[in-house]
């Protein structure tokens, strides 16, 4: 009784303290509406001393010197092209300069009014707010600081300041405070306070204008008053608290001249560390079951943690640790951030920039543990099993659907597999494709049929709301149940997911590799009475239906697709399924090939998926009938006991 007792005081004091918070929260907007109106109690202003800051006025670098992987281009055109064409070369490097509140598939413009007020729900008339947010993150700066820092040119140098400038005040000026859609988010607003910082520091060697230098102090000092009023705890809590609090920092630590530029930085401290142990899991995967927020997260970590050293400051425990188990994470499944995995939601953005490589060593410095065969990480929920460089490797999805109730960037993807042969994906995630514009898809995209898994009469393994482009109710729990490594070298992994329990179902999976012939997918489904099952297979790549299989077109070498336990057809580019469709950027999509193997049939039932170089091969190369006995056994237990 007295734990019991003490259990729900814990809960009643956390709710109270949400609560709080939440009022706070609320308050403080209503204040910063009246000081938007009124101007009255604004601490900043656009006419600002910029020699009165030190950021401004210092000779040498302010920030810690990062490794980078230059942009692509050439530099003897910057050095010869007259200003016209320069600035054409300079454009296909960091994009155009487009309107801020214009969205660029639909051409509808956003509102410029109090940004609380601004709807954009799910399949909202103007388009996805991701498609304007990205651009206002002004990283294309930190581009234009990065050709300038390796120019020896004047007239290209002299021109990129101007560029620089010229897009930082077409900003501000276009985004008056808390007017539009750029002060929706947080964070978007914390990563806009780190780019300007960092690409101002990459050409403060140039000569750079008291009013460039006026322009960062008042987005810096506006930014980061309204992000320490706006921060995202408690509930809300995700990645979007590492940015702005990773923005605190920045601004706290390189304007210690501003009021509040204590409290900042203390409050980000306190605030990321916390968060970094929770969003970064023990064994560096992400709790949001993404690998493109995990990269951003890893990112902002190791950006506080180079900028705390470079000033000589105490790194928290919590936030260098949690880079540094994130970074090895990453590497596990990529060899640089341009090659993550499509697991999860993904919008292709960055901490800082997309030619930031702090977060990935050299080949020659990742530990021995990943030359391992076998590599699982419980945790996060996914394995990879290296086959010989004939046979590829593959990755197996056995994790929770993430911050599964309200807002989270999980998929419905439990015991997928995703194979890549060399350098090459071939049965692929899909991707993310949209957010807010197409629900229809963006629906598609997030569930169950858009994953190389199996789905049970029509039904994701957990239910979508539909309400938002994020939230989820009804989530599954997976596991990983067993796994083990043969003396004569194949290796068997064996998961469960309750994802549909409330249709009595319960779906097992073993993926199976032999270095002799190659892959093996076993599914058992368990449960009493009759469903229709599907299984897709999404195969980036040529394919044909070869006697009882699919032939697949691998880098001009044929493997085989072989399924025994359903009646399989090919789809592609089917918009009323929807099925056979692949994002391989935000906002695009293409056609792909699926496989679609269905059955329906009084359960239990089993599915076997051959996946070899071999056309013909038999079952038993690869599940004996020990083995079969074994994985049976093993379905006989509660799935998440």
């Not at 203390?266 to 992400?286: C, F, P, S, W, Y």
């Not at 995630?429 to 807010?436: A, E, N, Q, R, W």
């Not at 699919?550 to 085989?560: K, T």
Request: net charge neutral.
């Amino acid at each position: 009784m007295l734990i019991n007792a003490r259990h729900e005081c814990a809960i009643s004091t956390m709710n109270l303290k949400e609560l709080k918070y939440r009022m706070v929260r609320r308050a403080s907007l209503a204040g910063m509406w009246i000081s938007m109106r009124t101007g009255y109690g604004l601490p900043f202003k656009k006419t600002i001393v910029a020699d009165n800051y030190g950021f401004c006025s210092s000779k040498q670098s302010c920030l810690p010197s990062l490794p980078w992987s230059y942009p692509d281009f050439d530099i003897s055109k910057l050095s010869t092209a007259d200003n016209e064409s320069l600035e054409a070369i300079i454009a296909t490097i960091v994009g155009p300069q487009n309107d801020w509140h214009k969205e660029p598939d639909t051409g509808r413009y956003w509102p410029v009014q109090f940004f609380a007020r601004i709807a954009f729900p799910p399949g909202n008339p103007i388009g996805d707010i991701q498609r304007v947010w990205e651009r206002s993150r002004l990283q294309n700066l930190v581009t234009l600081g990065l050709v300038c820092s390796v120019s020896q040119h004047a007239p290209t140098q002299h021109l990129l300041i101007q560029m620089l400038e010229k897009r930082m005040w077409s900003w501000i000026d276009g985004n008056p405070w808390l007017l539009g859609i750029h002060y929706i988010s947080t964070m978007e607003c914390a990563l806009r306070l780190i780019s300007i910082c960092h690409a101002w520091d990459l050409v403060r060697n140039q000569t750079v204008s008291q009013q460039a230098w006026q322009g960062v102090v008042y987005l810096v000092h506006s930014h980061a008053y309204f992000i320490r009023r706006r921060l995202c705890l408690y509930s809300y809590a995700g990645n979007h608290t590492l940015g702005e609090c990773a923005g605190l920092i920045y601004a706290g630590l390189l304007f210690p001249e501003l009021p509040d530029a204590q409290e900042w930085l203390q409050t980000g401290l306190d605030h990321m560390e916390r968060e970094a142990n929770v969003q970064i899991l023990t064994d560096g995967g992400n709790r949001e079951q993404s690998f493109s927020y995990l990269a951003m997260m890893v990112d902002l970590c190791g950006l506080v943690t180079a900028l705390l050293k470079h000033y000589d400051k105490s790194v928290p425990d919590g936030i260098e640790q949690a880079w540094m188990r994130g970074s090895s994470f990453l590497q596990a499944f990529a060899a640089s951030p341009d090659k993550l995995p499509a697991v999860g939601d993904s919008d292709d953005g960055y901490a800082l920039s997309r030619y930031l490589r702090l977060s990935w060593q050299p080949n020659s410095q990742l530990p021995e543990s990943f030359r391992d065969r076998l590599q699982v990480f419980e945790a996060s929920g996914f394995s990879r099993i290296l086959g010989e460089t004939a046979h590829g490797h593959m990755r197996f999805t056995h994790g929770q659907l993430g911050i599964a109730r309200g807002f989270g960037h999980g998929h419905a993807d439990a015991l997928s597999v995703c194979w890549d042969l060399g350098d090459k994906p071939i049965l692929v995630d899909p991707g993310t494709y949209l957010y807010d514009r197409d629900p229809h898809f963006r629906s598609y995209f997030r569930g169950t049929a858009a994953h190389n898994t199996i789905i049970i009469d029509a039904f994701d393994q957990a239910l979508q709301n539909l309400q938002t482009a994020f939230g989820w109710r009804q989530p599954y729990k997976a596991r990983l149940v067993w796994q083990q490594k043969e003396s004569e070298g194949r290796i068997i992994l064996l998961a469960c997911h309750d994802g549909y329990s409330g249709l009595g179902v319960t779906h097992w999976r073993a993926l199976i590799y032999d270095h002799r012939f190659g892959w093996a997918v076993w599914d058992r489904i368990d449960g009493m009475t009759e469903h229709h099952l599907a299984m897709h297979w999404h195969v980036d790549a040529p394919i044909e239906r070869s006697g009882d299989g699919w032939m697949v077109d691998c880098a001009n070498a044929p493997w085989f697709i072989r399924i025994q336990g359903g009646e399989s057809d090919c789809y592609r580019g089917n918009e009323d399924l929807p099925l056979g469709w692949i994002s391989r950027k935000y906002a695009a999509w293409e056609p792909i090939n699926t496989i679609k193997a269905q059955v329906r049939t009084q359960l239990p039932h089993e599915f076997l998926t051959i996946i070899s170089a071999q056309q013909h091969i038999r079952k038993e190369l690869f599940i004996d009938e020990p083995l079969m006995q074994r994985l049976r056994n093993q379905c006989k237990h509660p799935c998440l006991s």
